[in-house]
């Protein structure tokens, strides 16, 4: 091994805080960043790195672990022992049948071509049936393998130039549904594939609302691969917001839909990196496409509608760790206007963090709850979810623990 090259940490037994400074540097970290990240001096995180201080507990644990994307609760501890997944949920029984779909070649036409018209329905009821799901990866994995090899064949062999831009639009949507499906699975690789292959079609397409939701979610996959690809991501975002621009004057409600919602996710990345001006600006500038749209309006992809910027205020104060102002904008959200469950779970995480950043430890779990209940798939691949029940299973209060560890039973993070 190159002098110069950062160790493996599975190498050599390794105290914690060496295992935090490796994992920091491989992410390209500075102490400060990462001490701002979890809340502590740089002076303390540098005396946990050099085995200076006592080993944090739990809670330090998994706020190391949010903030440097660890996936394996071991690439800290070391104890390979005890199998803990942060980030990535568990693999759904449909996903092979949906990467078979993705990685099939079809050269052929041995069946008939689906039509245009019925395909379009087809994915319509799908999007729909994803909001209205409880267990919407079930649902929609069993509908995408078909989707998928149907949009792949009409893409490639309908010989009309408008039809073909309408297939590849089409196909373009197939592939943001599957990247619904595939988030937080054990399988990034796919999900990169279905993101890029998402993009292609949709700029083959022309269409300028599928372009923007195809950025839309590439712009995430980058985000959520860690703070090096934040730059990406908005780069992303920033020139598809550039491109949609032009057209909003004459758009429909879908394309100025995701206009607003590219906008707020600049907001969200600047968020993640604690830029409170810029993170607030553009939610500003969101919020005001959003109250150019009908009050029922909502966008079957991205949810983006007036009741939506409500849920997206507490996010963007839970990324700042704003714990007080998270629950404030809470208080003010209307969750109940949001018509898509897995939407309105995932408000109901936003808002347990809050919770947990305001030190209302109880109210985050009767929180988690409510968004179990909305859509426990949602809650079960949700890394902020799992972290909150992990630290509060080993709450010193019998009863905040036992709530805690019930919950986590029911999501799948503990066996009973």
């Known amino acids: 091994m190159p002098s110069d090259a950062v160790p493996d940490p599975y190498a050599d037994p390794l105290r914690f805080g060496q295992r935090v400074q490796i994992l920091r540097e491989r992410r390209g970290m500075t102490r400060t960043q990462l001490a701002d990240l979890i809340g502590v001096s740089p002076h303390t995180l540098k005396k946990i790195e050099n085995g200076q201080q006592q080993a944090p507990g739990l809670g330090m644990v998994l706020r190391l672990a949010d903030?440097?994307?660890?996936?394996?609760?071991?690439?800290?501890?070391?104890?390979?022992?005890?199998?803990?997944?942060?980030?990535?949920?568990?693999?759904?029984?449909?996903?092979?049948a949906v990467k078979a779909a993705v990685d099939t070649l079809h050269l052929g036409t041995s069946t008939e071509?689906?039509?245009?018209?019925?395909?379009?329905?087809?994915?319509?009821?799908?999007?729909?049936?994803?909001?209205?799901?409880?267990?919407?990866?079930?649902?929609?994995?069993?509908?995408?393998?078909?989707?998928?090899?149907?949009?792949?064949?009409?893409?490639?062999?309908?010989?009309?130039?408008?039809?073909?831009?309408?297939?590849?639009?089409?196909?373009?949507?197939?592939?943001?549904?599957?990247?619904?499906?595939?988030?937080?699975?054990?399988?990034?690789?796919l999900l990169w594939r279905v993101a890029e292959r998402g993009m292609i079609a949709a700029q083959d397409s022309e269409d300028p609302h599928a372009i923007g939701v195809a950025a839309w979610l590439l712009a995430q996959a980058h985000r959520d691969s860690g703070a090096r690809h934040f730059d990406a991501a908005d780069a992303i975002n920033t020139a598809a917001v550039r491109y949609l621009e032009p057209l909003l004057p004459d758009a429909d409600n879908d394309t100025l839909a995701i206009a607003g919602a590219l906008q707020f996710e600049l907001g969200y990345t600047a968020a993640r990196r604690r830029e409170t001006g810029t993170a607030w600006r553009h939610w500003d500038k969101a919020n005001a496409v959003a109250a150019t749209l009908p009050a029922d309006y909502y966008h079957p992809v991205t949810s983006f509608s007036r009741s939506v910027m409500g849920a997206h205020a507490v996010t963007v104060a839970v990324e700042l760790h704003q714990g007080g102002e998270s629950v404030r904008q809470a208080a003010r959200?209307?969750?109940?206007?949001?018509?898509?469950?897995?939407?309105?779970?995932?408000?109901?995480?936003?808002?347990?963090?809050?919770?947990?950043?305001?030190?209302?430890?109880?109210?985050?779990?009767?929180?988690?709850?409510?968004?179990?209940?909305?859509?426990?798939?949602?809650?079960?691949?949700?890394?902020?979810?799992?972290?909150?029940?992990?630290?509060?299973?080993?709450?010193?209060?019998?009863?905040?623990?036992?709530?805690?560890?019930?919950?986590?039973?029911?999501?799948?993070?503990?066996?009973?």
């Open 113 to 189: 071509l689906p039509r245009l018209p019925h395909l379009e329905a087809r994915l319509l009821a799908a999007w729909k049936a994803r909001h209205q799901a409880p267990n919407h990866r079930e649902v929609i994995g069993a509908l995408l393998p078909d989707l998928i090899r149907d949009a792949q064949a009409l893409a490639r062999h309908t010989d009309d130039a408008a039809q073909r831009r309408a297939a590849q639009s089409l196909l373009a949507q197939t592939y943001s549904l599957s990247q619904f499906f595939l988030a937080y699975q054990p399988d990034a690789a």
């Open 333 to 416: 959200a209307d969750e109940l206007t949001i018509p898509s469950r897995p939407r309105r779970a995932r408000h109901r995480i936003e808002e347990a963090r809050g919770y947990q950043l305001d030190c209302q430890p109880e109210a985050a779990i009767a929180t988690l709850e409510k968004a179990y209940r909305a859509a426990p798939e949602t809650i079960r691949y949700n890394g902020y979810a799992r972290t909150i029940l992990l630290e509060e299973v080993e709450s010193k209060q019998a009863s905040r623990r036992r709530r805690a560890a019930e919950l986590a039973v029911e999501v799948g993070v503990l066996t009973a």
């Open 67 to 96: 903030a440097l994307r660890v996936r394996e609760l071991a690439e800290l501890t070391g104890n390979v022992s005890t199998h803990v997944d942060l980030f990535t949920g568990p693999g759904h029984p449909r996903l092979a």
